[in-house]
């Protein structure tokens, strides 16, 4: 299923500056998303329902027009096909439903998508939700008025309400962590360990769990032998004029792709992060025969491979260590604010848009002109080990577009 713009197409001799389509899977027409969208064009409006309580105490429905932008109207054709990609998935196996009989779905399925779907499900905030409830309601106002379908009273319930209100304010959270605010973190840890894990998410943008793919020794991968940190150390050591050093994270560590293990890809460390790792090793790393670099115990002879939520786990006890400095007044003026809902998470996203930034400013291309296929954006996959194909490529992109805009204006405040 896909969703497709034409910029300024003629229909019966009118132009249009755009019109969206509505396609199956082979290319055919969903009908009736795309009329609808095709009416929404071409008239500059969509329909409102509204109740009137007449003299004898019958409550009829009316229509009201109200006019509407191009924006509006791409709202609300995003919102839509969303609902029927969602429509397409659920009904799989299921006899009574299929997109071929959504326009007359009941009152319940369609409140059970915005409610149980977008904002307990997919943790949608409160803008978003009231946007689905806006497109759908247009959407199913349009199929009663042209007699295709029944009026619809699409809600957000009160739960739902209290739930999207929550989501909006984790969402709201800058995803950000500025260079001065991740060395606070740094500086902040009990030990090497814990300072040389928030320095792998911050500096090489890996996930909590990725962590654990990290070799003393040497290592065979698919058939390959493969660098284990020790052989980096002597690198460093022969080569002091070297700034990089590639190492390989194997995919049986990232994330999950079903049982299939995530993607495998190389990680390019400074020379000052290998040597923070160094320096662990020699000082503080316990004295075990296990290949695995970081180990939870410090004790002589012992030592266990960190397990995957270690990273977090250090985040968040750093992170209170904070929040108790900064509503003490003890953390440096013109430092970002410490946040409850930062994580772990967000030190990758912030590698992640570091370098984002970086490969723009070298090739000279403008932020807002990265497209999800552009050379920038497959360079960023590759060093995170994102997938830009499927349905959260776009969004992906939209990231860090949207980081990069919340770095620089962090830089301009901080």
């Not at 397409?88 to 409140?111: A, D, M, R, T």
């Not at 266990?304 to 900064?326: A, C, D, M, S």
Request: aromatic content about 12%.
């Amino acid at each position: 299923m896909n969703k497709i713009t034409l910029n300024f197409s003629s229909v019966n001799g009118e132009l249009h500056e755009k019109l969206f389509v509505f396609l199956h899977d082979d290319l055919s027409i969903i009908l009736l998303p795309t009329l609808f969208a095709f009416s929404m064009v071409k008239t500059g409006s969509y329909h409102r329902k509204v109740f009137v309580e007449k003299k004898n105490g019958f409550v009829n429905v009316e229509f009201k027009v109200k006019s509407i932008t191009y924006n509006t109207i791409n709202e609300i054709a995003s919102q839509l096909f969303s609902y029927i990609s969602w429509v397409q998935q659920y009904s799989i196996g299921k006899h009574q439903i299929s997109l071929e009989n959504h326009y007359n779905f009941p009152e319940i399925l369609i409140n059970h998508y915005v409610n149980e779907v977008l904002v307990k499900e997919a943790k949608k905030g409160s803008t978003s939700a009231e946007h689905a409830v806006m497109a759908l309601d247009a959407y199913y106002t349009w199929l009663a008025k042209t007699g295709i379908g029944t009026v619809k009273n699409i809600y957000i319930k009160p739960t739902a309400i209290v739930a999207a209100r929550k989501n909006s304010r984790r969402r709201n959270v800058i995803k950000y962590l500025t260079p001065r605010l991740r060395s606070e973190y740094y500086r902040e840890c009990d030990s090497l360990l814990d300072e040389c894990i928030l320095r792998a998410g911050g500096g090489l943008g890996i996930r909590s769990c990725e962590n654990r793919g990290f070799f003393l020794n040497d290592f065979s991968y698919g058939h390959i032998e493969r660098k284990g940190l020790m052989t980096l150390f002597k690198e460093a050591e022969l080569h002091p004029e070297k700034q990089v050093f590639e190492y390989f994270l194997s995919g049986e560590f990232s994330k999950s792709k079903g049982q299939k293990g995530g993607e495998s890809r190389y990680l390019y460390l400074s020379r000052d992060l290998l040597l923070r790792f160094k320096l662990y090793f020699d000082t503080e790393r316990s004295k075990s025969n296990k290949n695995t670099f970081f180990l939870t115990s410090s004790c002589a002879w012992e030592g266990y491979p960190i397990g995957p939520r270690q990273g977090t786990n250090i985040f968040n006890k750093v992170k209170k260590k904070l929040l108790i400095k900064q509503k003490k007044g003890l953390i440096q003026p013109g430092i970002q604010i410490v946040d409850e809902e930062q994580s772990y998470h967000l030190l990758r996203h912030s590698a992640g848009t570091d370098c984002f930034y970086d490969l723009c400013e070298r090739n000279n291309i403008q932020v807002d002109d990265v497209t999800t296929h552009s050379a920038v954006m497959l360079e960023v996959a590759k060093l995170l080990g994102h997938a830009l194909t499927g349905r959260y490529g776009p969004e992906t992109t939209k990231l860090y577009i949207r980081l990069t805009r919340e770095k620089l204006s962090l830089e301009e405040e901080l």
